[in-house]
C-alpha cells in the first residue's frame, strides 16, 4: 500500500486530498495543529503537526520511523488579512509567521521526511503554493508576507526539484485556484471560487499526469503551466 503525508488535512483542501487519496488505497498520515473529530472518522492517521515547530516535525518523522513515503503533500498555509497586509500596516512577527508557515515548514518537514522519500521507489513532493507568488503575473500589489511567503516556496520547491533529480524525486508546485476554504472568507463570493473538493480533484489529476520532466515547474489545477 502507497503511503502519503498530508498537512493541512483538518479541512479545506488538505481535507478533500485526504479523502481522494484513502479513496485509491493511501494509507494517509493526516497532518494538521488541529485534528477533529470528522478527520478521525475518516480511516486515516490523524497527527497533530505545527510545521513551524521542530519538536513537531521530529515527533511525526518517529511516527514514520523507517517506513518508506510516496507522496508528501505540503499543503497547510496561513494569509493574513488584506487588512494587516498592506505596505502601511504589515509587520516582521506578521512576515516572520507567515513565512515560518507557508515556506519554511514545507522546507524543514521535508528535509525531516527525506530519507523516508528516497526509500520510496517513486518519491513525490507536491508543494501547494498559489498563483499570488508569481512575480511577473503580480498586477494588484499588496498581500506583503502572503504573497512574498509564496514566492519564496517556489524557490524552495525549484531548488528541491534540482537537488532531487538525479534521485528520481518529482517536485511540483500547484496552484490551486480561488478555493471556498478558511484561508481567505473574503473570496467565496468571487464567481471563480470552488469547492475544496473542486481544487482537489483537478491538483491530483495535474500530480499523476506529471513524470519527471514536469518536476520544477508551476502548475495550475487546470493543467496550466504558470509564470514565475
Not at 484513502?22 to 485534528?35: K, Q, W
Not at 518519491?123 to 508569481?134: A, E, L
Not at 526539484?161 to 463570493?189: F, R, Y
Amino acid at each position: 500500500m502507497p503511503t502519503a503525508v498530508i498537512t493541512g488535512a483538518n479541512s479545506g483542501i488538505g481535507n478533500a486530498l485526504t479523502k481522494i487519496l484513502l479513496s485509491e488505497d493511501y494509507e494517509v498520515y493526516a497532518c494538521d495543529i488541529n485534528i477533529s473529530p470528522s478527520l478521525e472518522s475518516l480511516g486515516a492517521h490523524p497527527i497533530t503537526l505545527d510545521v513551524t515547530d521542530q519538536s513537531s516535525v521530529i515527533s511525526l518523522k518517529g511516527k514514520l520511523g523507517d517506513h518508506p513515503l510516496d507522496i508528501l503533500f505540503n499543503v497547510a498555509g496561513i494569509m493574513p488579512s488584506t487588512s494587516e497586509d498592506a505596505l502601511e500596516t504589515i509587520t516582521s512577527s506578521r512576515l516572520a509567521r507567515t513565512f515560518s508557515t507557508n515556506a519554511f515548514g514545507p522546507l524543514l518537514l521535508t528535509q525531516a521526511l527525506l530519507p523516508n522519500l528516497l526509500a520510496s521507489k517513486s518519491p513525490r513532493i507536491y508543494n501547494v503554493s498559489s498563483r499570488v507568488g508569481s512575480i511577473a503575473d503580480n498586477s494588484s500589489g499588496g498581500a506583503y508576507a502572503y504573497r512574498s511567503s509564496k514566492a519564496a516556496l517556489n524557490a524552495i520547491s525549484k531548488s528541491m526539484a534540482v537537488d532531487l533529480k538525479d534521485k528520481g524525486v518529482i517536485v511540483l508546485l500547484l496552484h490551486p485556484g480561488i478555493v471556498k476554504t478558511g484561508l481567505d472568507p473574503t473570496s467565496h463570493a468571487l464567481e471563480a471560487a470552488v469547492e475544496p473538493e473542486v481544487a482537489a480533484k483537478g491538483l491530483w489529476e495535474v500530480c499523476k499526469s506529471k513524470g519527471i520532466e514536469g518536476s520544477g515547474r508551476f502548475w495550475h489545477r487546470t493543467g496550466e503551466e504558470l509564470l514565475w
